[in-house]
């Protein structure tokens, strides 16, 4: 399991926020979608396309959750959870700056997945000399809580 740390480093309102929608995780995959502009990500064809969410929403089959944040608050998720930002509203020079961090539980392995991924970005990906099926543990990836 892949779990994601995302913290908010300025105050961030409810309307500019990420939004999740709850119990996601356990849907599968579907094809992934660049956050800007919602095109899907290119070579990842084989898997399916996304729900019709809004759909979803008004029929009340899933809920979206969201939360105003203070600088310093977490969030805590399953990198799998369906999520997603409407962008910044708060207008110009209101920054919402954060940092995500993402761990892997003892079962997490590397995925050479073909066509466009989020993570790792190329770079990463080019040097740690991974191989599919691998567990998660080099300098790219490197453990930070020692198993006991």
Request: glycine share 10%; aromatic share 10%; charged share 30%.
């Amino acid at each position: 399991s892949v779990q994601t740390r995302w913290v908010a480093l300025d105050d961030m309102p409810l309307e500019s926020g990420v939004r999740y929608l709850k119990g996601s995780h356990r849907w599968g995959e579907f094809r992934p979608q660049h956050f800007v502009d919602g095109s899907p990500y290119e070579g990842r064809d084989e898997l399916p396309a996304m729900p019709d969410v809004e759909a979803m929403l008004r029929e009340g089959r899933t809920e979206m959750l969201a939360w105003e944040l203070k600088a310093g608050d977490a969030l805590c998720f399953d990198a799998r959870i369906v999520h997603g930002s409407r962008g910044n509203f708060s207008g110009q020079g209101h920054d919402h700056r954060r940092v995500a961090f993402r761990f892997g539980g003892d079962d997490a392995v590397y995925r050479n997945k073909c066509g466009e991924v989020a993570i790792p970005i190329p770079e990463v990906d080019a040097r740690h000399g991974l191989s599919d099926g691998d567990h998660l543990a080099c300098k790219s990836f490197p453990t930070v809580w020692p198993p006991t």
